[in-house]
């Protein structure tokens, strides 16, 4: 049961431009969603959050949206350098309870940038 | 101030064999989470662990173990290798009080060849 879902697997995005990357969950419980950013022989690189109270959050040129009705979230990255090219995970979470350190990840959707 | 530390980098196993990863968390940070990569299931949680205690496991055979130290450390162990066992495992860590305590850190990994 594929809780998170990176229904793309790859995007190819012009340096300059925008970025958008997309995530869809089943899960209503969820409340906390996080993007980690991935290169080869490194480990997940914690990128941006956003909390289900909230719709939208921006981090310089990394800005979260998040549709609760429609269980969806996005990643948009403006503008696109060639250093952003790596794999993009969703993951999410519920806060409290018994999800101690327990994110659940999308399969990842490889972003290249070309100069 | 230092990362969450993983090793060893790489190793490689045969079937049946044993194999004990371990993990420096960052300072001050005492839930340390253990992760799965592979190619076919993306980032998989195994457990997490907090003053000693395992306080949440994954969906994982009894073969995949763990345990942390009193500095929390923490190491995984899994017994009676199988082929299906190779993979990335990831380490986080993360401070369980307030607003981060949902963002995890993660190491560079180990990975485990399985031959």
């Not at chain 1, 996080?34 to 939208?56: H, N, R």
């Not at chain 2, 044993?18 to 299931?41: E, M």
């Not at chain 2, 969906?59 to 199988?82: A, C, D, I, Y």
């Amino acid at each position: 049961d594929q809780q998170v879902k990176q229904n793309s697997p790859s995007l190819s995005v012009q340096e300059g431009r925008i970025s958008i990357l997309n995530c869809d969950y089943t899960n209503s419980m969820f409340d906390y969603f996080l993007w980690y950013k991935k290169y080869p022989a490194e480990g997940p690189t914690f990128l941006i959050s956003i909390s289900s109270i909230k719709d939208k959050n921006e981090d310089g040129r990394f800005t979260v949206f998040l549709n609760k009705s429609a269980k969806h979230l996005s990643l948009h990255i403006v503008p696109s350098q060639p250093g952003d090219s790596a794999v993009y995970f969703c993951a999410a979470t519920f806060r409290g309870g018994t999800s101690y350190g327990k994110l659940t990840f999308g399969q990842g959707t490889i972003l290249t940038v070309h100069p | 101030k230092a990362g969450v530390t993983q090793t060893p980098r790489y190793l490689i196993k045969t079937r049946g064999q044993q194999v004990t990863l371990s993990c420096s968390p960052i300072s001050g940070h005492r839930s340390v989470s253990w992760y799965q990569q592979t190619p076919g299931q993306g980032l998989q949680f195994l457990f997490e662990y907090f003053s000693e205690t395992q306080r949440n496991k994954g969906n994982f055979p009894g073969r995949f173990s763990g345990r942390q130290f009193s500095n929390s450390r923490s190491e995984m162990n899994v017994s009676t290798l199988e082929l299906g066992d190779s993979a990335l495992y990831l380490c986080a860590s993360s401070s369980p009080e307030g607003s981060g305590a949902n963002v995890l850190t993660f190491g560079a990994g180990s990975r485990l060849t399985v031959l």
